[in-house]
């Protein structure tokens, strides 16, 4: 009998796919919202500087919005806005009632203090879920908003996995962001997650007796095939922009993905995690939108 074939790619996790579906949810959602209270969710997305990354991504989330039927309102400041303006255009929006999400893009020019604007965004409209109250909410399992790259990473996870309880999960990156965050969302289900850093003496060694890796450390191709086990699921946050020598440019994840045919699954860079995050970002408005209105 002829042995089993053995694989030569691993599942991929079509990040795009899904996210167009939360997205067409989201869309139902918001005509529901503007049948029953004549006014559509508005998003507001401050961005400061010409940073190129920021610009697509902003970009992105705009025509997201559109798409959706989600109201956009776009701020553009100079990069040497000064944080005193930027607080007082953030206590505006948290006073107008037509804004349902606040969204400043990060990373913020040098001279602002981030922890201090990202403080000053009314819990109920920090669609980032950045905001120390949805931290805090967040860390203890008591609701609130959740940060999207997080929240996407798990919708991306659930179309493979149903049951989190005890499997081992290493987290590779502690940021506010994405590493600390989804280490809470996967505690929440009962895994043993253990977050590692650039730091973490024999990293391979430990990502090795996992069973998923979320690899968020923005190192491209950290990750390499011999780290990983046959049979991991393995989830690339990573996304880092590089110049080829004829100029043209390339995405990388912090996996090698093409050494990874033994995972049972992975996500591609770009078609990923990217277009969840987005995806999040508009599902988080409209929860910010109805928990406004049913208030
Ligand atoms: N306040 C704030 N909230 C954020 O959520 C936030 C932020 N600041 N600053 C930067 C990071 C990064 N981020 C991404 C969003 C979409 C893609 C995305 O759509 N990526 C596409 C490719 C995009 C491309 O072509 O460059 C993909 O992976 O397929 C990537 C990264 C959100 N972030």
Redesign the pocket.
Known sequence: MAAAPVPDKARLIDGKAIAAELLEKTSREVERIVADHGKAPALAVVLIGSDP??E??VG?KIAQCRKAGITSIEHRLPEDTDEAALLSLIDGMNADPAIDGI????PLPKGIDAALVLDRISPHKDV?GFHPVNVGRLSSGTGGLVP??PLGIMMLLDTVIDDYRGLDVVVIGKSN?VGKPVSMLLLEREATVTVTHVETRNLPDIARQADVIVAAAGVPHLVRGYWVKPGAVVIDVG?T?VTEPDGTTR?LGDCATHELAHAAAVTP???????M??AC?LSNTVRAARMARDA
């Open positions: 990354a920021s697509v991504y992105r969204l400043i893009q990060l980032d999207c790259t962001i996304i922009r995405l860079v770009p078609g990923g995690v990217g277009p995050t987005i970002l």
